[in-house]
Protein backbone atom coordinates (compact mmCIF):
# COMPACT_ATOMS: atom_id res chain seq x y z
CA UNK A 1 0.00 0.00 0.00
CA UNK A 2 1.16 3.64 -1.06
CA UNK A 3 0.18 6.02 1.72
CA UNK A 4 0.37 9.75 1.11
CA UNK A 5 0.97 11.76 4.64
CA UNK A 6 0.60 15.70 5.33
CA UNK A 7 1.93 17.17 7.97
CA UNK A 8 0.79 21.01 8.79
CA UNK A 9 0.47 20.73 13.13
CA UNK A 10 2.58 23.78 13.53
CA UNK A 11 5.01 25.51 11.55
CA UNK A 12 6.62 23.01 9.26
CA UNK A 13 4.72 21.56 6.27
CA UNK A 14 5.43 17.84 5.10
CA UNK A 15 4.67 15.72 2.97
CA UNK A 16 5.94 12.08 2.01
CA UNK A 17 4.93 9.15 0.17
CA UNK A 18 5.27 5.60 2.38
CA UNK A 19 5.15 1.89 0.75
CA UNK A 20 4.59 -0.64 3.12
CA UNK A 21 7.05 -2.93 0.93
CA UNK A 22 9.58 -0.78 -0.01
CA UNK A 23 9.46 2.05 2.55
CA UNK A 24 9.83 5.76 3.00
CA UNK A 25 9.86 6.58 -1.31
CA UNK A 26 10.37 10.46 -1.36
CA UNK A 27 9.44 13.28 1.33
CA UNK A 28 9.55 16.89 1.43
CA UNK A 29 9.52 19.42 4.29
CA UNK A 30 9.12 23.29 4.41
CA UNK A 31 10.12 25.40 7.26
CA UNK A 32 8.80 28.65 8.51
CA UNK A 33 11.55 29.96 10.43
CA UNK A 34 11.89 32.92 8.93
CA UNK A 35 8.28 33.51 8.74
CA UNK A 36 8.38 33.44 12.55
CA UNK A 37 11.70 34.23 13.70
CA UNK A 38 11.03 38.10 13.66
CA UNK A 39 8.23 37.18 16.34
CA UNK A 40 10.59 35.39 18.29
CA UNK A 41 7.81 32.39 18.09
CA UNK A 42 5.34 30.73 15.89
CA UNK A 43 2.52 33.02 14.80
CA UNK A 44 -0.77 31.02 14.48
CA UNK A 45 -2.26 32.67 11.69
CA UNK A 46 0.62 33.21 9.84
CA UNK A 47 1.17 29.73 10.11
CA UNK A 48 -2.11 28.43 8.68
CA UNK A 49 -1.81 31.14 6.16
CA UNK A 50 1.67 29.48 5.14
CA UNK A 51 0.41 25.91 4.95
CA UNK A 52 -1.87 26.99 2.23
CA UNK A 53 0.84 28.14 -0.16
CA UNK A 54 2.72 25.63 0.57
CA UNK A 55 1.26 22.02 0.97
CA UNK A 56 0.06 21.30 -2.24
CA UNK A 57 3.16 22.10 -4.47
CA UNK A 58 4.81 19.91 -1.49
CA UNK A 59 2.43 17.19 -2.65
CA UNK A 60 3.09 17.26 -6.25
CA UNK A 61 7.12 17.77 -5.82
CA UNK A 62 6.81 14.87 -3.74
CA UNK A 63 5.50 12.53 -6.12
CA UNK A 64 7.31 13.75 -8.84
CA UNK A 65 10.50 12.70 -6.41
CA UNK A 66 9.09 9.17 -5.96
CA UNK A 67 7.75 9.03 -9.83
CA UNK A 68 4.36 8.43 -9.27
CA UNK A 69 1.17 10.60 -9.61
CA UNK A 70 -1.88 9.82 -7.54
CA UNK A 71 -2.92 7.12 -9.63
CA UNK A 72 0.20 5.54 -7.73
CA UNK A 73 -1.63 6.59 -4.29
CA UNK A 74 -3.54 3.63 -2.46
CA UNK A 75 -4.42 6.17 0.90
CA UNK A 76 -3.92 9.51 2.34
CA UNK A 77 -3.24 10.47 6.15
CA UNK A 78 -2.74 13.58 7.66
CA UNK A 79 -2.20 14.71 10.95
CA UNK A 80 -5.80 15.80 12.96
CA UNK A 81 -4.63 17.28 16.27
CA UNK A 82 -2.66 17.75 18.75
CA UNK A 83 -1.40 21.30 17.35
CA UNK A 84 -2.39 24.47 16.25
CA UNK A 85 -6.15 24.25 14.89
CA UNK A 86 -6.19 26.38 12.05
CA UNK A 87 -2.72 24.70 11.07
CA UNK A 88 -4.11 21.43 11.27
CA UNK A 89 -7.47 22.35 9.78
CA UNK A 90 -4.98 23.28 6.09
CA UNK A 91 -3.51 19.78 5.95
CA UNK A 92 -6.47 17.50 7.11
CA UNK A 93 -8.60 19.72 4.43
CA UNK A 94 -5.61 18.91 1.68
CA UNK A 95 -5.52 15.61 2.67
CA UNK A 96 -9.10 15.00 2.83
CA UNK A 97 -10.18 16.75 -0.48
CA UNK A 98 -7.09 14.40 -2.70
CA UNK A 99 -8.78 11.29 -1.11
CA UNK A 100 -12.17 12.47 -2.03
CA UNK A 101 -11.19 13.72 -5.33
CA UNK A 102 -9.40 10.01 -6.45
CA UNK A 103 -12.08 7.63 -4.34
CA UNK A 104 -9.10 7.07 -1.64
CA UNK A 105 -9.06 5.88 1.85
CA UNK A 106 -8.27 8.44 4.27
CA UNK A 107 -7.60 8.72 8.01
CA UNK A 108 -6.35 11.33 10.37
CA UNK A 109 -3.28 10.78 12.53
CA UNK A 110 -2.42 11.81 16.17
CA UNK A 111 0.82 13.71 15.74
CA UNK A 112 2.29 12.34 19.04
CA UNK A 113 1.50 8.64 17.66
CA UNK A 114 3.31 9.29 14.71
CA UNK A 115 6.20 10.71 16.74
CA UNK A 116 6.69 7.84 18.54
CA UNK A 117 6.36 5.37 15.64
CA UNK A 118 9.11 6.88 13.39
CA UNK A 119 12.05 5.03 14.79
CA UNK A 120 10.69 1.91 12.72
CA UNK A 121 11.38 4.41 9.93
CA UNK A 122 15.20 3.56 10.24
CA UNK A 123 17.08 0.34 9.53
CA UNK A 124 16.92 -0.99 13.13
CA UNK A 125 13.21 0.00 14.49
CA UNK A 126 12.75 -1.37 18.19
CA UNK A 127 10.57 -3.93 18.36
CA UNK A 128 7.50 -4.37 20.93
CA UNK A 129 7.51 -3.46 23.72
CA UNK A 130 9.46 -0.34 24.59
CA UNK A 131 9.57 2.56 26.48
CA UNK A 132 9.27 6.09 24.38
CA UNK A 133 10.22 9.55 25.49
CA UNK A 134 8.67 12.23 23.91
CA UNK A 135 9.96 15.39 24.20
CA UNK A 136 8.60 17.58 21.68
CA UNK A 137 8.02 21.62 21.21
CA UNK A 138 4.78 21.05 23.44
CA UNK A 139 5.04 17.87 24.73
CA UNK A 140 7.31 15.72 27.85
CA UNK A 141 5.78 12.64 28.26
CA UNK A 142 7.04 8.72 29.12
CA UNK A 143 5.04 5.92 27.74
CA UNK A 144 4.94 2.29 27.45
CA UNK A 145 4.31 1.25 24.29
CA UNK A 146 3.27 -2.22 23.70
CA UNK A 147 2.12 -1.91 20.10
CA UNK A 148 0.40 0.70 17.61
CA UNK A 149 -2.52 2.14 19.12
CA UNK A 150 -1.26 0.00 22.54
CA UNK A 151 0.18 3.02 24.69
CA UNK A 152 0.04 3.40 28.88
CA UNK A 153 1.15 7.14 29.33
CA UNK A 154 3.60 6.73 32.81
CA UNK A 155 4.01 10.34 33.04
CA UNK A 156 3.79 13.94 31.56
CA UNK A 157 4.95 17.44 31.94
CA UNK A 158 2.81 19.15 34.55
CA UNK A 159 3.69 22.92 32.98
CA UNK A 160 6.38 23.92 30.60
CA UNK A 161 7.97 20.98 27.83
CA UNK A 162 11.13 20.52 27.61
CA UNK A 163 11.00 22.21 23.93
CA UNK A 164 9.10 25.06 25.53
CA UNK A 165 11.72 25.65 28.55
CA UNK A 166 14.57 25.66 25.68
CA UNK A 167 12.14 28.39 23.87
CA UNK A 168 11.58 30.56 26.60
CA UNK A 169 14.94 30.49 27.44
CA UNK A 170 16.37 31.50 24.40
CA UNK A 171 13.85 34.28 24.29
CA UNK A 172 15.31 36.16 27.12
CA UNK A 173 19.07 35.23 26.84
CA UNK A 174 17.69 36.58 23.17
CA UNK A 175 19.51 33.99 21.81
CA UNK A 176 16.87 33.53 18.65
CA UNK A 177 14.06 31.55 17.43
CA UNK A 178 14.05 28.16 17.23
CA UNK A 179 15.13 28.08 20.33
CA UNK A 180 16.35 24.11 20.67
CA UNK A 181 19.15 24.90 17.86
CA UNK A 182 19.81 28.60 19.26
CA UNK A 183 20.62 27.45 23.42
CA UNK A 184 22.55 24.02 21.83
CA UNK A 185 24.61 26.25 19.44
CA UNK A 186 25.44 28.73 22.49
CA UNK A 187 26.24 26.40 25.00
CA UNK A 188 29.19 24.94 23.01
CA UNK A 189 32.67 25.00 24.70
CA UNK A 190 30.70 26.33 27.53
CA UNK A 191 31.04 24.95 31.16
CA UNK A 192 28.20 23.05 32.10
CA UNK A 193 28.34 23.03 36.08
CA UNK A 194 29.21 26.38 35.73
CA UNK A 195 25.75 27.24 37.53
CA UNK A 196 24.06 24.74 40.14
CA UNK A 197 20.34 24.85 38.53
CA UNK A 198 17.99 23.11 39.96
CA UNK A 199 16.52 19.43 38.47
CA UNK A 200 12.76 19.84 38.73
CA UNK A 201 10.89 16.72 40.27
CA UNK A 202 14.04 14.17 39.81
CA UNK A 203 13.80 13.32 43.70
CA UNK A 204 9.70 12.51 43.22
CA UNK A 205 9.12 9.03 43.15
CA UNK A 206 6.50 9.86 40.04
CA UNK A 207 7.56 9.85 36.42
CA UNK A 208 6.17 13.67 35.25
CA UNK A 209 7.99 16.56 34.50
CA UNK A 210 8.14 20.38 35.38
CA UNK A 211 10.66 22.43 33.47
CA UNK A 212 9.18 25.46 34.93
CA UNK A 213 11.05 26.37 38.11
CA UNK A 214 13.86 25.28 35.89
CA UNK A 215 13.15 28.29 33.33
CA UNK A 216 12.73 30.51 36.13
CA UNK A 217 16.61 29.80 37.79
CA UNK A 218 18.06 30.82 34.15
CA UNK A 219 15.94 34.10 34.45
CA UNK A 220 17.41 35.15 37.60
CA UNK A 221 20.58 34.21 37.45
CA UNK A 222 20.32 36.59 34.24
CA UNK A 223 19.07 39.14 36.09
CA UNK A 224 21.78 38.68 38.74
CA UNK A 225 24.36 39.43 36.06
CA UNK A 226 22.57 42.39 34.18
CA UNK A 227 24.23 44.11 31.59
CA UNK A 228 27.38 42.25 32.84
CA UNK A 229 26.38 39.34 30.89
CA UNK A 230 28.87 38.86 28.00
CA UNK A 231 29.45 35.96 25.39
CA UNK A 232 31.41 33.55 28.36
CA UNK A 233 28.21 34.22 30.67
CA UNK A 234 25.69 33.02 28.32
CA UNK A 235 27.87 30.02 27.30
CA UNK A 236 27.94 28.52 30.45
CA UNK A 237 24.18 29.56 31.35
CA UNK A 238 23.08 27.96 28.65
CA UNK A 239 25.28 24.28 28.87
CA UNK A 240 24.14 24.74 32.62
CA UNK A 241 20.83 24.97 31.58
CA UNK A 242 20.80 21.63 28.46
CA UNK A 243 22.99 19.79 31.09
CA UNK A 244 20.22 20.43 33.81
CA UNK A 245 17.26 19.44 30.99
CA UNK A 246 19.24 16.42 29.76
CA UNK A 247 19.92 15.10 33.27
CA UNK A 248 16.45 15.44 34.67
CA UNK A 249 15.24 13.46 31.25
CA UNK A 250 17.69 10.84 31.32
CA UNK A 251 17.15 10.41 35.30
CA UNK A 252 13.07 10.26 34.72
CA UNK A 253 13.43 7.52 32.00
CA UNK A 254 15.64 5.35 33.99
CA UNK A 255 13.32 5.21 36.62
CA UNK A 256 10.61 3.82 34.37
CA UNK A 257 12.92 1.58 33.13
CA UNK A 258 13.38 0.11 36.14
CA UNK A 259 9.94 0.36 37.16
CA UNK A 260 8.78 -1.45 34.18
CA UNK A 261 11.24 -3.79 33.53
CA UNK A 262 11.74 -2.87 29.84
CA UNK A 263 15.04 -3.45 28.00
CA UNK A 264 14.50 -0.72 24.89
CA UNK A 265 13.81 2.92 25.05
CA UNK A 266 12.84 5.13 22.17
CA UNK A 267 13.14 8.79 22.07
CA UNK A 268 10.98 10.69 19.97
CA UNK A 269 10.41 14.51 19.35
CA UNK A 270 12.33 18.03 18.25
CA UNK A 271 14.79 17.14 21.22
CA UNK A 272 15.79 14.46 20.32
CA UNK A 273 17.70 15.90 18.00
CA UNK A 274 19.77 17.46 20.25
CA UNK A 275 23.24 16.52 20.40
CA UNK A 276 24.10 16.50 24.06
CA UNK A 277 20.94 14.93 24.78
CA UNK A 278 21.93 12.12 22.20
CA UNK A 279 25.52 11.60 23.79
CA UNK A 280 24.56 11.55 27.61
CA UNK A 281 21.64 9.36 26.50
CA UNK A 282 23.87 6.58 24.66
CA UNK A 283 26.54 6.62 27.05
CA UNK A 284 23.47 5.65 29.99
CA UNK A 285 22.24 3.33 27.73
CA UNK A 286 25.32 1.40 27.09
CA UNK A 287 26.17 1.43 30.66
CA UNK A 288 23.12 -0.46 31.58
CA UNK A 289 22.68 -2.75 28.26
CA UNK A 290 19.67 -0.39 27.10
CA UNK A 291 18.64 -0.71 23.77
CA UNK A 292 18.49 2.87 22.43
CA UNK A 293 16.50 3.94 19.55
CA UNK A 294 16.74 7.73 18.03
CA UNK A 295 14.81 8.85 14.45
CA UNK A 296 17.24 10.71 12.09
CA UNK A 297 16.91 13.88 13.14
CA UNK A 298 15.30 15.40 10.17
CA UNK A 299 12.56 12.88 11.29
CA UNK A 300 13.00 14.18 15.46
CA UNK A 301 11.00 17.16 14.01
CA UNK A 302 8.07 17.09 12.71
CA UNK A 303 7.81 15.88 9.52
CA UNK A 304 5.35 13.98 6.87
CA UNK A 305 7.22 11.05 6.92
CA UNK A 306 6.41 9.75 10.13
CA UNK A 307 2.28 10.81 9.68
CA UNK A 308 2.64 8.43 6.39
CA UNK A 309 4.20 5.86 8.29
CA UNK A 310 2.08 6.04 11.14
CA UNK A 311 -1.30 5.97 9.07
CA UNK A 312 -0.03 3.39 6.57
CA UNK A 313 -0.08 1.41 9.27
CA UNK A 314 -3.60 1.71 10.01
CA UNK A 315 -4.77 2.22 6.97
CA UNK A 316 -3.59 -1.48 5.95
CA UNK A 317 -5.47 -2.80 9.35
CA UNK A 318 -8.60 -1.28 7.67
CA UNK A 319 -8.80 1.68 9.73
CA UNK A 320 -10.80 4.50 7.87
CA UNK A 321 -12.04 8.22 8.60
CA UNK A 322 -15.29 9.56 7.41
CA UNK A 323 -15.48 12.56 5.56
CA UNK A 324 -16.46 14.58 8.33
CA UNK A 325 -13.44 13.91 10.30
CA UNK A 326 -12.08 17.37 11.50
CA UNK A 327 -9.20 18.74 13.47
CA UNK A 328 -8.60 18.77 17.56
CA UNK A 329 -5.99 20.81 19.01
CA UNK A 330 -6.06 18.80 21.83
CA UNK A 331 -6.08 14.85 21.79
CA UNK A 332 -4.78 13.01 24.76
CA UNK A 333 -2.73 9.76 23.28
CA UNK A 334 -3.96 7.03 25.84
CA UNK A 335 -7.02 7.83 24.43
CA UNK A 336 -6.05 6.33 21.18
CA UNK A 337 -6.92 2.45 21.10
CA UNK A 338 -5.13 -0.45 18.54
CA UNK A 339 -6.25 -0.35 15.21
CA UNK A 340 -8.94 -3.65 14.59
CA UNK A 341 -7.34 -6.38 12.27
Not at 308 to 336: N, S
Amino acid sequence: MRVLGIETSCDETGVALWDSEAGLLAHRLHSQTEVHAAYGGVVPELASRDHIRRTIPLVEQTLADAGVDLDGVDGVTATAGPGLLGALLVGLSAGKAIAFARDLPFLGIHHLEAHLLAPALEDNPPPFPFLALLVSGGHTLLAEVAGVGRYRLLGQSLDDAAGEAFDKTAKLLELGFPGGPAVARAAEGGDPEAFALPRPMVDKPNLDFSFSGLKTAVLNAAKTRGEDADAAFRRDLCASFQEAVVDVLWRKSARALRQTGLERLVVAGGVGANAHLRARFATEAEARSVGLHFPRPEFCTDNGAMVAHAGGLRLLAGERDGWDRTAVARWPLDELTPPSI
